[in-house]
């Protein structure tokens, strides 16, 4: 065969087929299959119609690479969360413990019992996995689990108080990330709010004044990310419980984050936790599984067996429920909370709001010296002190003494733009005239600093 008959001809390209045999394309194939391969070298060979690289095998394969980057590659990418938000709704708020991670794993390889009873080869109920720890950590009657707290709170006014009215405090009124309003949520449950006392003043005889024939609950909702400060006043949910008893009434409450253990334990504010609630002699509790606790992404449900009853039997909780994966997450999670004393050295969250200071500071100087070299004159590198925040709606006014590495120069959004293009993007904050990055959540120092010498922060 003559050398003019295997090149192609300028202008006219080879034939899709030949050109999906070039070796240089066959990692791109096995990674992203034949036919998405085949429609990136449609597009070259269009795009490059009358051009004298259209039979280039090394620049097809690197645009065929580029074109296809955004279907091969996860759109989920590992970050280094530096922003001083603990619990960072963006960014995925709680990180799981090995635990927890190896029980979801496991789950997701092989069949489970998640609707099985091995005893008796009949079918099982899959709350069963996690309800006998909530119970044990709370002390409620009975528990169940569904995909996040808003679900909670919608399935419970739904089961609960459908078609009648609920009372809320008019400070309770609250609206958090993702337009998530309690007056929606009560109109999607079919319910009918009625708001007490004023923004920043509610009484018990509000509460009282309000109660009538079609009442069928008193609600309380955390604030979550807000805070009303001075001339204020609040019922606590535990003072509503008399009322709602001689009224024959049962008492819900959102603790939004919530929590299982006390967090003053790590010398942070008090959160009220759900074992509190139940004590008090709260009917209903709702909170995450994902923010404070530290788990999957889950609501959980806990309080009086009756109730808790008529909210796992509502239609709606099907299409609510958990899987299999995040089920073993949790329960894995909520085993972890039978030692306490080493919550803080086996789960993420809590070893990241528990991390001491001074340590923060250690890490801050060790990382120092590699970040101004790689800045080469281009911002100033220093060391301040910042307090951070733990995030999703948690003490939204209380604030974690922390360390951060600032950087200063001409252009801070450019910079900052320079470290999210790093292969595992950086993620800091800007304020006081500097890129800060709050280290308290830096867990792998060596990949922070080996990735830095591709740092391309732009013009100096």
Known sequence: MRASET??????PPSIDRMAGWMALAPLIARAGRPLVVEALRAWAEARRGSADVGDEAACARWCEARLAGLVEPSQR?????????????????????????????????PTTLEYDLADGGRGERDDHIAPWLQ????AEA????????????????????????????????E????????DIMAQAGCRLVEVGTTNRTHLRDYAEAIGPETAAIMKVHPSNYAVTGFTKTVPAADLVPLARDRG???????????????????????????????????????????????????????????????????????????????????????????????????????ALAR????IRAAAERLLPAVGAALAGRAEATIEPVRGQIGSGALPVDLLPSFAIALRGRSLD???????????????????????????????????????????AGDR
């Not at 044990?136 to 002390?139: N, V």
């Not at 958090?176 to 007056?183: E, L």
């Open 78 to 110: 590992r970050v280094f969360n530096l922003t001083g938000t603990v619990l960072h709704t963006n960014l995925g708020r709680a990180l799981l413990a090995e635990e927890a991670i190896e029980a979801a794993v496991a789950a997701m390889r092989s």
């Open 249 to 351: 009434l049962p008492v819900i409450e959102d603790l939004g984050s919530g929590t299982l253990v006390d967090l003053e334990s790590w010398g942070l504010p008090h959160e009220p936790t759900a074992r509190e609630a139940i004590a008090a002699g709260i009917d209903v509790v709702t909170f995450s599984g994902d923010k404070l606790l530290g788990g999957p992404q889950a609501g959980l449900i806990v309080g009086r067996r009756d109730l808790v009853e008529r909210v796992s039997r509502h239609p709606t909780k099907r299409a609510l429920r958990l899987d299999k994966v995040r089920l073993a997450a949790l329960e894995a999670t909520l085993r972890l909370y039978g030692d306490p004393s080493r919550l803080a050295e086996r789960l993420p969250t809590v070893r």
């Open 176 to 183: 958090i990330g993702g337009a998530f309003r309690i007056p």
């Open 414 to 456: 450019r910079l900052a733009a320079a470290f999210r293009r790093l292969p595992v993007p950086v993620i800091g904050r800007i304020g006081d005239d500097a890129l800060l990055f709050d280290l308290r959540t830096l867990d792998d120092e060596a990949t922070f600093v080996r990735q830095l010498e591709g740092l391309d």
């Open 356 to 359: 001491p200071a001074d340590e």
């Open 143 to 174: 528990a169940t689990a569904v995909n996040n707290n808003a679900a909670a709170v919608l399935l419970v006014l739904a089961a609960l108080a459908g078609g009648r009215e609920v009372i809320v405090s008019r400070g309770e009124l609250i």
């Open 136 to 139: 044990r950590l709370t002390g």
């Open 7 to 12: 090149r192609p001809t300028l202008g006219r």
